[in-house]
């Protein structure tokens, strides 16, 4: 895949990325192709979220204090419009001292300052909505955007003002490699079937509960289990077989999903373009807390192109989880259409096309 040409004069950027895997993955993603064109490239996020481990491993961060909107308007929403004014108030000083060109936003409530930061003086703002229903910063701010870049074509639909173009979502590199990476750890065996369960970057509790209590029937019928747990997990050892491996965390996802014969796991849009990429078929159980239920909507779009089966988690139990995985694992010939139609949603230079929108801006 080549790379971007070179601008002129290296230009400086700031990326605004906190909190989930959903919005740091892409982001870091592309400041890597960025940085490959010469970019300077800083972060923006917050104390003690994800990005404090990730980011500086690759990129110098700054942090400033932001939180989200939630439930209805009252003395908390005073209270976070007055944090918002401070962040942005840091945020503009950030740029200016810095001489930044400007800032690419993969949305959340970090975006909301950086946006308003770089606008207001006139600097360029590049933002990136991964969701098939962009949330409320999106939809708020993106008619002030220079571009806004989507995941979903779905997502145009909410966003009529703004001057939008769909690239897909980017993965981590390691999904993109010429050749699949090999899975050896685990050790699975070529011929069994592997059931991988992820809950995304944070885990999922729910989700962790339901499988565990529907894995003895899987494993019976000779499959094995690959289970992300994420931190937050009480009953984690409550399961033991020698097919069912369970972490926190593994490293190498992507060797898992390629291997998979089926993922099981919440629909957040990073997860769904990494399933896309590994052509995967997934049984989705969207996030009933995430906002204005958003997950169901991605979902949605992957059940409906027929990748994966989409299931409420108030709706499932063990029992039918058993049965649904089984069922599907017991017929080959409903899993290889959905492999297919989970590759036709993959965008592998996603990347690259977020990258390419910042060069362009950039120019101009």
Not at 101 to 119: C, D, E, N, Q, W
Not at 193 to 210: D, E, F, K, T, Y
Not at 270 to 284: D, F, N, V, Y
Not at 316 to 339: G, K, S
């Amino acid at each position: 895949m080549p790379g971007l040409v070179m601008t002129h004069k290296p230009a400086k950027w700031l990326v605004a990325a906190s909190g989930t895997g959903g919005h740091l993955y892409p982001a870091i993603a592309t400041a890597l192709e960025l940085r490959q064109a010469h970019y300077e490239i800083e972060w923006l996020g917050v104390p003690d979220r994800l990005e404090t481990s990730l980011v500086p491993r690759e990129f110098p961060l700054h942090r400033v204090a932001m939180a989200g909107i939630q439930g209805r308007p009252g003395l908390a929403t005073v209270r976070l419009l007055g944090q918002l004014a401070q962040a942005t108030w840091q945020v503009r000083q950030l740029l200016r001292q810095g001489h930044f060109s400007g800032v690419l936003t993969t949305g959340g409530y970090i975006a909301a300052p950086a946006i308003l930061a770089a606008r207001s003086p006139g600097l360029t703002a590049v933002l990136h909505e991964s969701n098939a229903l962009p949330g409320k910063v999106t939809r708020w701010l993106s008619p002030w955007c220079t571009t806004v870049a989507l995941g979903f074509e779905a997502a145009q639909a909410y966003l009529p003002k703004a001057r939008s173009v769909v690239v897909g979502t980017p993965v981590r590199p390691e999904f993109l490699t010429a050749d699949p990476p090999v899975l050896s750890d685990p050790m699975v065996p070529a011929q069994a079937p592997l059931i991988v369960v992820v809950g995304g970057s944070q885990g999922a509790v729910a989700v962790n509960r339901l499988v565990r209590a529907a894995a003895p029937a899987w494993l019976e019928a000779g499959a094995w289990i690959v289970h992300q747990t994420g931190h937050n997990d009480p009953d984690s050892d409550s399961l033991s077989h020698p097919h069912y491996q369970h972490r926190p965390f593994f490293e190498n996802m992507a060797a898992l999903l390629y291997r998979a014969n089926l993922a099981i796991g919440r629909a957040g849009a990073g997860t769904l373009a990494e399933l896309a990429i590994t052509h995967t078929p997934s049984l989705l159980i969207p996030y009933p807390y995430a906002a204005e239920d958003h997950q169901t909507v991605n979902a949605r779009v992957f059940a409906e192109a027929g990748a994966a089966l989409s299931v409420a988690q108030a709706e499932l139990t063990p029992a039918r989880l058993q049965t649904q995985v089984l069922d599907l694992l017991n017929q080959p010939e409903r899993l290889a259409p959905m492999a297919q139609a989970a590759g036709q949603m993959a965008t592998r230079d996603s990347a690259q096309r977020l990258a390419d929108i910042v060069q362009k801006v950039t120019e101009k």
